[in-house]
């Protein structure tokens, strides 16, 4: 008896939305609806860096470790077919260790001399440098870290006015079904608002109204939103 009441509530509950909407739509002049549209993508450049790093007990020393491990890092890259790759300034850590006198007094004094540097590649490229392995540098003694890659869609700018526009038509397809249940028809766009346009990973569910722009992952999807108003004939 309890289920049976419970559909008919939901029956009535139905159909009032149903005569409100119809109700709205009959009396008003315009309809104000929500489009939307996504578009996944693969991102068609790729940031790559990776840094390295010297230690000796003098500053000399250190230098020379350096700018071995920079060529070896050099090498490696070319032999891989990557060629426009830049290094940073090389960044320098003094090592201190602190050490008490006889007479109870502490001092610090200078134990060596820290030397790291970094490398990175801007490319095109992003299937050789997606698969880049810096192993071989390991295995050279070299202490190389590699940073996760940034992958960009460089024509998000473009594909956004082409996605509004495909969220605007979405809006207006909305709006005329909308509007035919209250036997009315779509005259013209009053006015439209941007709302939200992100890229995420793949097939991810996270909205922002800020809006997202994933750069961790290769393939990502675009979704763009509009809010659109129009006269009713």
Do not use: C
Request: glycine content about 6%; cysteine-free.
């Amino acid at each position: 008896m309890l289920a049976g009441l419970f559909l008919a509530v939901g029956l009535v509950l139905s159909a009032m939305l149903a005569t409100t909407t119809w109700l709205k739509v009959k009396n008003s002049q315009f309809i104000t609806v929500k489009g939307s549209v996504q578009k996944n993508i693969e991102s068609d450049l790729v940031i790559w860096s990776g840094s390295f790093q010297a230690e000796a007990e003098t500053l000399l020393e250190a230098q020379h470790g350096i700018r071995e491990n920079r060529e070896r890092v050099a090498q490696f890259l070319g032999g891989e077919g990557v060629t426009n790759f830049t290094f940073s300034p090389i960044s320098i850590e003094e090592l201190k260790a602190t050490q008490k006198s006889a007479d109870g007094f502490v001092a610090q004094r200078t134990t060596g001399y820290h030397l790291s540097q970094s490398v990175s590649v801007e490319s095109s490229d992003v299937d050789r440098l997606d698969r880049l392995d810096a192993t071989p540098l390991v295995e050279q003694g070299v202490i190389f870290t590699v940073a996760p890659p940034q992958f960009i869609y460089t024509r998000a700018g473009e594909t956004k006015i082409e996605m509004l526009a495909a969220a605007t038509r979405d809006a207006r397809a909305r709006a005329e079904q909308i509007a035919t249940q209250g036997g009315r028809a779509i005259a013209r766009l009053h006015d439209a608002d941007q709302g939200i346009f992100q890229i995420t990973p793949l097939h991810s569910v996270t909205t922002s109204w800020q809006g997202e722009s994933d750069t961790a992952s290769r393939l990502k999807t675009i979704t763009a939103v509009v809010t659109a108003s129009f006269l009713l004939k």
